[in-house]
């Protein structure tokens, strides 16, 4: 308990030197430092002494299943629980007190031929990131996701939103956002070699400099693709987590369509009812889109293709090599070529190789040696 408050003072100290530290040009070199060290004691307050890193607890380690998984997050009775056993028919204790669901409790939701994974996850509180309640253990869970559901109440959206948000942030998680395109790599010698290939308004090489040392890294190459700042640089070296997410408002059925029609103005937002299943159409759609994932087909040799049991790939991984990888890792041994009818196909079917790009929706015949 003691390293825990010596944390908390020492955060609270680095935080009052930024607040008094005015920013301009000048002061620029001192505030990356500070920012640097916040960012340090953020990091070892959320790894528990012993360094077990804060994911692990009865009830918390879940295996992964299916090709994505989804976690719900949110304040308790919000209506997580009933979300869940609606979506996947799984049961998940629901009742009208908070704290109901006390560990992960996992589904799978079949959807477009794909299996997701979901995770019901315990109600967290304010101050989770610091060590309430079961916060550690919930949000790391939500930082394996590939899709985070951020279940609000309907009637109090913007203000639990910000706290959740706030809550992630403090553990590392970055909702909705790219990761800064920034090369970063440790090296054994040669100090800190510093290249852009855009005009940095937010950096040099001394706040650069600066901020390595205090993660104690003396030699490294940084290049900087996009107009970076200390807090861009830091996620970086932290190797902190960009996950999409929904924001489920749910209890639309409490609302009036005045105030639905506000609702839809908030950015990655989608109103609905667990209760009633209203909108979950949207919900789904939408989903999928964040998930980024897209259905191939497959068509034995003189047959029709089996529309039953697509093979689901990501957007970022869907050359023909990904697809024989998805289904063997040996077939790639005795590929010989592949026929593709769909959009990705110059004509219908074109002869392609490992490196051909797929759509959603091709055909895909293989051709073994």
């Not at 979506?87 to 031929?113: D, I, M, N, W």
């Amino acid at each position: 308990m003691l390293w825990l408050l010596t944390i908390f003072f020492l955060e609270y100290i680095v935080e009052a030197e930024m607040a008094r530290t005015q920013k301009n040009k000048a002061t620029s070199y001192h505030l990356g430092t500070l920012k640097a060290k916040l960012a340090k004691l953020r990091k070892e307050l959320m790894t528990p002494q012993g360094g077990s890193g804060g994911g692990g607890g009865v009830g918390f380690d879940v295996a992964k299943t299916g090709v994505a998984r989804i976690g719900f997050v949110g304040f308790p009775s919000v209506g997580k629980s009933t979300l869940m056993s609606k979506l996947t028919g799984t049961f998940s204790a629901v009742a009208a007190y908070e704290f109901t669901t006390l560990t992960t409790v996992p589904g799978v939701l079949q959807y477009k031929g794909a299996k997701i994974q979901i995770l019901d996850l315990p109600g967290i509180v304010e101050g989770a990131k610091d060590g309430r309640g079961r916060g550690r253990q919930v949000i790391a869970v939500a930082r394996t996701c590939s899709l985070i559901f951020l279940v609000l109440d309907v009637l109090k959206p913007l203000t639990d939103k910000k706290i959740i948000e706030t809550e992630l942030e403090g553990f590392g998680i970055r909702l909705n956002k790219q990761p800064p395109n920034i090369y970063f790599k440790k090296k054994e010698k040669g100090g800190i070699n510093m290249t852009n290939t855009v005009p940095l308004t937010n950096l040099d090489l001394d706040q650069v400099k600066a901020v390595m040392s205090e993660y104690k890294i003396h030699n490294a190459d940084v290049n900087f693709k996009c107009d970076a700042t200390v807090d861009d640089l830091i996620d970086v070296i932290e190797g902190r987590i960009y996950i999409p997410a929904i924001y489920v408002l749910n209890k639309i059925d409490q609302i009036s369509i005045e105030e639905l029609d506000l609702i839809y103005k908030i950015p990655h937002a989608v109103p609905i009812s667990a209760h009633h299943e209203w909108n979950f159409d949207e919900l789904l759609d939408k989903m999928w889109e964040y998930l980024n994932l897209i259905r191939i087909y497959t068509k034995p040799k003189g047959q029709l293709p089996d529309y039953s049991a697509p093979v689901v790939l990501r957007q970022s991984l869907r050359t023909i090599e990904d697809f024989c990888n998805s289904i063997h890792k040996g077939i790639v041994k005795q590929f010989k070529y592949a026929l593709v009818w769909g959009s990705s196909a110059k004509h219908q079917p074109q002869k392609v190789g490992l490196n051909h790009v797929l759509n959603d929706e091709d055909v895909v015949q293989l051709v073994k040696q």
